[in-house]
């Protein structure tokens, strides 16, 4: 009996292994095609419907996209945003979750039905519009970080980490005379390392992707974000409202400018995950169960 459950447990292994397997040649296969492909040649892209290795290495489509400061400008945009966004996110939603994960708060119901209302229900695009407009804050940078200061969602993970944590830190962190702020910053934020990595990444990927608040909010083309601009570049390298005064030099094929801006886009964020990888489920998972 030990033996046949042994055996199948081992051809689990392998049917899933190989499942694995599949499900990950399918999701890294595209990317490779994006890559291959900005480094193709308009020949070799037309000839091919699927380019992994494209025999004719040029770097046209590089060339093209960093001919001018545009594209480094709005990567140091987006590397603004992203970083003071998710310091600032992070800020808030710790804060809130921590004070809503104390029991002894007056009204802590009320609130918590309060934010959990906005993940159901919000003012629109409109009114969010006008109250960042008459607040001065269009053509700023900030009104593409305090709109999306804090996500319901995220605090309530937090908030549920930190009500598992054990009594007896708080206790003795008050015993020894600290305050509620130096219990925050010196107790329950040192042990909430996993859950905070893992929601600064969240954090981090929405305000890198931040596209439409930059079409509402932002006017001047020089603070648009890299999302931004990567729409811009796919419409100019398609030669609709092409516009010299960007791009003087004369466009490589559409195909490759796309997809050397999609990895221009993409290679932050795909840098950065690693370092947060192994936080990434631990602390998801933790701060999703009550106990």
């Not at 549920?160 to 944590?165: A, E, K, P, S, V």
Request: glycine residues 6%; hydrophobic residues 50%.
């Amino acid at each position: 009996m030990i033996l046949e459950k042994s055996l199948g447990s081992r051809m689990f292994n392998w049917i899933n292994g190989i499942l694995l397997a599949i499900v990950a040649m399918l999701c890294v296969f595209p990317f490779l095609h994006v890559v291959g492909s900005s480094f193709a040649t308009n020949a070799e892209i037309a000839s091919k419907k699927f380019l992994l290795f494209p025999t004719d290495f040029t770097f046209d489509a590089y060339k093209y996209i960093f001919s001018t400061d545009t594209i480094i400008r709005a990567l140091v945009i987006s590397i603004l945003i992203t970083v003071g966004g998710t310091l600032w996110s992070m800020l808030f939603s710790v804060m809130t979750g921590y004070g809503l994960s104390r029991r002894d708060i007056y009204g802590r119901r009320v609130i918590m039905f309060l934010f959990v209302f906005t993940m159901l229900f919000n003012g629109g695009m409109i009114p969010t519009f006008i109250i960042v407009q008459e607040t001065g804050l269009i053509d700023s940078l900030w009104a593409l970080i305090i709109p999306s200061s804090i996500s319901v969602f995220n605090m309530i993970i937090l908030r549920t980490f930190f009500q598992n944590l054990p009594a007896g830190l708080e206790e003795s962190a008050k015993i020894d005379g600290c305050n509620d702020v130096g219990i925050l910053f010196r107790i329950v934020i040192p042990c909430s390392m996993p859950v905070i990595a893992t929601i600064s990444l969240f954090y981090a990927v929405t305000y890198w992707n931040t596209y439409m608040s930059a079409i509402l909010y932002i006017n001047d083309s020089t603070k648009w974000p890299m999302q931004v601009w990567l729409r811009q570049i796919v419409v100019l390298a398609s030669g609709l409202n092409y516009d010299a005064s960007i791009y003087s030099d004369t466009p490589p094929p559409a195909q490759s400018v796309k997809m050397a801006t999609i990895v221009v886009t993409s290679l932050p964020i795909i840098v950065v995950y690693p370092f947060l990888q192994k936080y990434f489920s631990k602390g998801a998972l933790l701060g999703s169960i009550k106990a």
